[in-house]
């Protein structure tokens, strides 16, 4: 059996994983750029936190129409001291105007300065990206317009699969 790397948590709680669990990329220098849409709506904390460990996230973009702090399913404590632990950057789109703008209008606003697309910029270049979203925003259209956007970007290198992902 594996020997496990422990990821310690506020008021003694802990995340297992495995540390022989192979990452998704050998060299984190392969994860910039590459992003994967993930629905949440249906994950666990600790599947969320194996997805998140286990594929190297550096960073999430939340499409959401509820946060991940707070779905009934997750403990907001837990995930920020998880985040902060693994220094996962953390985008909350979810109560922004941005995700029901049009991408005509996405486009303009990336070529100028705005604080949100630096963000977004941001991480990007971090490494692994993973976008939250459920199926709410599915119907709003705001993942496909998001997905537009960010395959537009110039720190954009693919589109990684959800089932390439380690779960």
């Known amino acids: 059996m594996g020997e496990e790397k422990i990821v310690p948590l506020r008021r003694g709680i802990e995340v297992r994983g495995s540390a022989h669990e192979l990452p998704l990329f050998g060299d984190p220098s392969e994860t910039h750029g590459k ?20 594929n190297g996230v550096k960073s999430i973009i939340d499409l959401r129409s509820v946060p991940v702090f707070r779905r009934p399913q997750f403990l907001h404590s837990q995930i920020a001291d998880y985040l902060m632990s693994q220094k996962i950057t ?30 977004i910029a941001q991480a990007l270049d971090n490494g692994l990206t993973l976008v939250l979203y459920d199926q709410d925003t599915r119907e709003t259209n705001a ?6 956007f960010l395959a537009s970007h110039s720190s954009f290198r693919a589109e990684i699969h959800p089932s390439a992902l380690a779960k």
Do not use: W
């Open 143 to 148: 993942v496909s317009d998001l997905r537009r």
């Open 90 to 119: 953390y985008v909350d789109l979810t109560l922004v105007p941005f995700r029901s703008m049009h991408i005509a209008l996405l486009n303009l606003l990336a070529s100028q300065p705005h604080q949100l697309l630096g963000k």
């Open 35 to 54: 992003v994967a849409y993930i629905d949440l709506g249906k994950l666990t904390q600790e599947e969320f936190f194996r997805i998140l460990s286990r």
